[in-house]
């Protein structure tokens, strides 16, 4: 089965100040040493996926350079990742090779050296058209940046474009939101990834926002309700124009889903390299799964501290397959659970089910169950019954 990669790139122009990933602002002096033990670490996957019990395979068909903003890196820096990839890889010709941008980081060398490195799929970190609401949170961009960037893409030849946005944003309004997501459907971007404000203690304004306090235009953050209204805005929007829901937070025409993620969701085996980077490898022999990953500080990265690993049993593959395969719009498939971990073990869900399904938040379509709309506004709540499903835990009626 072929891998999927994820090389993980934490470094910023400038920290969002609702961040909750592992990237931050940092001297360009560290960017060399940390590409060198990254591409150490690509050269070494195999060792490495020995010393974690799972199975290295060396065909790959989809690259994901996250982060942080990849774009930032010297030319010469990204070159070194992808040509150490394919100096330890197999990359199916047809692969899918994605680099997150910031707008307005795409210079022309960056866009030739795309094309050289085989990258044909670019993920804008957009966020809102609405250059107001982009500065309230620290993003440098203004919306002419973000088209004139679609525009170079294209020209070049990449077609296979995302855009980010985010529900809930400070001072976003119903027409300014309805005005985001008009505009990705009009620069017709394939795919649309849309996002609701988390509101937690891993971001500046998500402590702000907890705190009741007003810095990062805290007091101009749309309540909960609103910002659900904004997401159910840009489900009709986007799938009236074609852009269809195939997960929680994803839309894509026909085909244009993106593969590497859907390897997650699907829980095929991915390796990831870099700072907070996770991987899944099938069991070596008839083992189960084995997950493992980085440390989520760039000082213990690049001082070699050691992978964390983490056995999957098969309890805990058997929650995966319901709560990440229930963020698919496809929903699971109780037959082919069956088939994979025993019908005694779907039964161990069936009050759990019935019980969504009288709330609304479940449907059943012959043996496919699915979120519903309502479902996946609480999406988080219905995951965490099906982890607790063997808990004598009532469903919160919601």
């Known amino acids: 089965m072929s891998l ?92 899918e090779i994605t680099v997150e941008c910031a707008p307005g980081t795409l210079t022309p060398a960056m866009i030739e050296a795309f094309q050289r490195c085989g990258v044909n799929r670019v993920s804008l970190g957009v966020q809102s058209f609405v250059d107001k609401e982009a500065a309230a949170v620290g993003r440098q961009h ?90 159910e805005t840009a489900c009709q929007r986007l799938n009236a ?12 025409r026909p085909g244009m889903e993106s593969r590497h993620n859907l390897k997650y969701w699907t829980r095929q085996p991915y390796l990831g390299f870099g700072v907070d980077a996770h991987s899944m490898l099938r069991g070596s022999g008839k083992g189960e799964p084995v997950r493992f990953s980085t440390p989520d500080s760039l000082e213990e990265y690049v001082a070699g501290a050691p992978l964390k690993r983490i056995p999957v049993s098969k ?25 994979d971990f025993g019908q005694s073990e779907v039964h161990r869900f069936t009050e759990t089910i019935s019980e969504f399904v009288d709330l609304g938040l479940l449907e059943c379509e012959g043996d496919v169950i699915r979120l519903t709309g309502r479902g996946r506004l609480l999406s988080n ?14 469903v919160r009626r919601l």
Not at 181 to 187: I, Q, T, Y
Request: hydrophobic fraction near 45%; glycine fraction near 8%; aromatic fraction near 10%.
């Open 381 to 394: 709540e219905v995951f965490e019954r099906f982890i607790l499903c063997g808990a004598d835990t009532p």
């Open 241 to 252: 124009a074609g852009v269809c829901q195939y997960e929680i937070s994803n839309f894509a």
């Open 4 to 95: 999927g990669l994820y090389v993980s790139v934490p470094f910023c122009r400038t920290k969002c100040s609702y961040c909750n990933f592992a990237s931050d602002v940092f001297s360009r002096a560290v960017f060399e040493r940390y590409v060198e033990r990254v591409a150490a670490d690509i050269t070494q996957a195999g060792e490495i996926a020995e010393q974690m019990g799972g199975l290295f395979e060396n065909s790959v068909d989809s690259i994901f350079l996250g982060g942080g903003t990849p774009t930032i890196l010297d030319i010469a820096q990204l070159a070194r990742l992808f040509v150490t990839i394919s100096q330890t890889f197999v990359v199916e010709s047809d692969a």
């Open 142 to 231: 203004k919306r002419a940046a973000v088209l004139e960037d679609v525009a170079h893409l294209r020209a070049s030849g990449i077609e296979n474009i995302n855009i980010d946005l985010i529900a809930g944003l400070p001072h976003q309004t119903p027409q300014s939101w309805e005005f985001s997501v008009a505009e990705a459907v009009a620069l017709g971007a394939p795919h649309v990834s849309v996002y609701m404000l988390e509101v937690d203690d891993d971001s500046r304004l998500g402590r702000e926002l907890m705190a009741g306090g007003s810095k990062y235009h805290a007091h101009f953050v749309p309540n909960d309700e609103l910002t659900a209204d904004f997401y």
């Open 315 to 339: 309890t805990a593959a058997l929650e995966e397959t319901f709560f990440l395969g229930l963020r698919l719009a496809a929903g699971v498939d109780l037959k082919n659970v069956a088939a």
